[in-house]
């Protein structure tokens, strides 16, 4: 199988793949600590459609290459077992080998009888017929064994073509699966909030049905970067969730607080969680990163 037929489009590879991409976006959406659902729940319809059709185009194309591999090595490995040979019993053996044992020597009865006929003809050639049958020969082994080095070449270049498909299909799964897709993402998420970027806010990105941060007069996508209580002079510093759930754990229920975006101050009277009888503000917030 060339390279050509590895990458070939069929309709089992884009089956597969169509499964994997719709897999992936599937938890994209919906697994919680990645950040995207409620991000994508608070989008307009049309745009989730959008998203969604986006997503999924961009998945076949990646996953693409991950499919042919699995189907690949499904082929190479299905084909190989399919036509291995099945153990054979001892009578069967023994069979076979009298059968060999008769078939050789017959062979040698017949190669004895046409011995004799090839001596008995060379008696009767003449000086020239000898001549032209050395040549004859001659030229006939040099064909066979031109024939056999072609031979041996191509089953070479056929060897070293199955060895490198082999190897790019193993490469195809490793490195282009859903699992290690998603560690890169991951990773290049940890290097650009590592070591190019900053959390620098919490931005509101749905409220709750008891909202008071909604009815203090706080939007959808106000940033929060400060919070205290009245009557404090210090001012704490919400760079992410964690810090406004740390700051909110030390307000008593129904508390007043000072939450501070970039171009404003709200007041806010805390309300009490059902489930966990602690202050909140309602509302949900995605962590925001500025460059350093």
């Known amino acids: 199988m060339s390279l050509y037929e590895l990458l070939k489009i069929t309709k089992e590879k884009l089956i597969l793949t169509g499964f994997t991409s719709l897999a992936a976006i599937l938890f994209m959406l919906f697994a919680p600590f990645l950040g995207y659902r409620t991000a994508f729940l608070n989008m307009d319809v049309s745009m989730q459609i959008l998203i969604i059709i986006l997503a999924f185009i961009l998945n076949i194309i990646l996953y693409y290459p991950?499919?042919?591999?699995?189907?690949?090595?499904?082929?190479?490995?299905?084909?190989?077992?399919?036509d291995a040979p099945e153990k054979k019993s001892e009578e069967e053996i023994e069979d076979e080998i009298i059968n060999k044992i008769n078939k050789d020597e017959d062979d040698e009865e017949n190669k004895n009888g046409y011995l004799e006929?090839?001596?008995?003809?060379?008696?009767?050639?003449?000086?020239?017929?000898?001549?032209k049958t050395k040549h004859e020969s001659k030229h006939r082994a040099e064909k066979i064994a031109r024939n056999s080095t072609k031979r041996e070449s191509k089953k070479q270049n056929q060897i070293n073509a199955s060895s490198f498909n082999l190897t790019v299909a193993i490469l195809f799964i490793l490195v282009l699966n859903p699992i290690a897709i998603g560690g890169y993402l991951g990773l290049m998420k940890y290097l650009n909030n590592t070591y190019m970027y900053q959390p620098c806010g919490v931005k509101i990105v749905a409220f709750a049905d008891l909202s008071p941060a909604r009815d203090s007069g706080l939007n959808i996508n106000d940033t929060i970067i400060l919070a205290t209580r009245p009557g404090y002079k210090e001012q704490y510093k919400i760079n992410t969730g964690k810090n406004l759930a740390d700051f909110l754990a030390g307000v008593p229920v129904t508390e007043l607080i000072l939450l501070s975006t970039s171009a404003e101050t709200y007041t806010i009277q805390t309300a009490e969680n059902p489930k966990t009888n602690l202050a909140m503000v309602g509302f949900d917030g995605q962590d925001m990163f500025c460059r350093k």
């Open 66 to 82: 991950f499919s042919c591999g699995i189907f690949y090595l499904i082929r190479r490995f299905y084909y190989k077992l399919a």
């Open 117 to 131: 006929k090839v001596a008995e003809k060379k008696s009767k050639l003449t000086y020239k017929d000898k001549h």
